[in-house]
């Protein structure tokens, strides 16, 4: 007891000596540094141009595909063989391709690939899917990765250069994204401002090009671009109004501004010379459009956030 009593004297006469010499200088302020928030990988900005295919002046309307037939040839050998389909999706579009709580791969997109495998097996899970991104679209097709994408892939003449297409299976149109209390209600209100879409899709293609004057922003997935406008390093996003009504739909603090102001057909994109393997989906989508499996599909997924809509009529070529 008496060492400690003579320890705290000890320390008393310290504190006391240095007060009586002066406090030391206080350190001197310094405002704190906003730290930027973090960008996803592959970002691109601004973008300036797009790698689009080359025109295809014998293309007259890219919604027209190949009359099914019922005929049976090498790409439906190969896939029989297999004994399963293997397609490319999306697993972070809500509504269209994502995980959902049991981590499995649902929306309206997987569904209808499903439709696709149990018409081929007789069984719904004889099918293997492969997440992809948009701009991973044409080099798995081309690759042979996969039998076919199932994607939210709008048909356009140049792509047919690239892949062949199904029937037309929905409509979207690009529309823009904003925060809630955003003053933009067009796109023409974005001139000089950063607006992200999808690398390797049309919609960035479209904003490039756009006379509105604005800065396009190429992120890997559209998802990607929803996180940065979160952040506050975009003004906007700008996709189909399809992919837009998800992002509504996960998050109360965003909304869609203005009309759509383009026309994107979505089809189920397959390889060139698999001319069997496209008419035999597009078999499966007349039977999904006359029995009622693309209306409950539709009712199921999208109605809900885009409203009641009728499957798109089948244009064909030949």
Known sequence: MRRFRGLLTLGLVVVLGLNGCGAPEPMPH???QPVPEPRP???????????????????????????????????????????????GVDQNTYLFGFRGPDGQ??????????????????????????????????????????????????????????????????????????????????????????????????????LVEHPAGLIAVGAPSAVDCLVMLQQGQVAAVSTDNTILAGFVAQDPQ???VGEPFTDEPYGIAMA??????????????ERLRADGTWARLYDRWLAPHLGPAAPPQPRYRD
Do not use: K
């Not at 060139?272 to 989508?285: K, S």
């Open 105 to 206: 791969l649902a929306g309206f997109d997987v569904d209808l690939a499903r439709e696709i495998a149990e018409d081929f097996f007789g069984d719904r899970n004889h099918i293997q899917f492969r997440a992809l991104t948009a701009s991973q679209r044409v080099e798995a097709i081309r690759s042979g990765q996969v039998d076919m994408v199932v994607r939210m892939t709008t048909m356009t003449c140049e792509r047919w250069q690239e892949m062949a297409f199904s029937t037309e299976y929905l409509t979207a149109g690009q529309s823009v994204l904003v925060p809630a209390g955003s003053p933009v209600e067009s796109i023409d209100d974005l001139r000089g401002e950063r607006v992200c879409a999808a690398l390797g899709s049309t919609s960035l293609s479209v």
């Open 30 to 32: 310094r405002s704190a």
């Open 41 to 87: 990988p592959g970002v691109v900005d601004p973008v300036t141009q797009t790698s689009a295919p080359a025109e295809n002046p014998s293309c007259e309307d890219p919604r027209a595909s190949l009359r099914p037939t019922g005929e049976w040839g090498p790409s439906l050998d190969r896939i029989r063989s297999r004994n399963r389909l293997v397609v």
């Open 272 to 285: 060139p010379d698999a001319e069997d393997l496209v008419r035999y989906v597009n078999g499966v989508l």
């Open 254 to 256: 965003v909304r869609v």
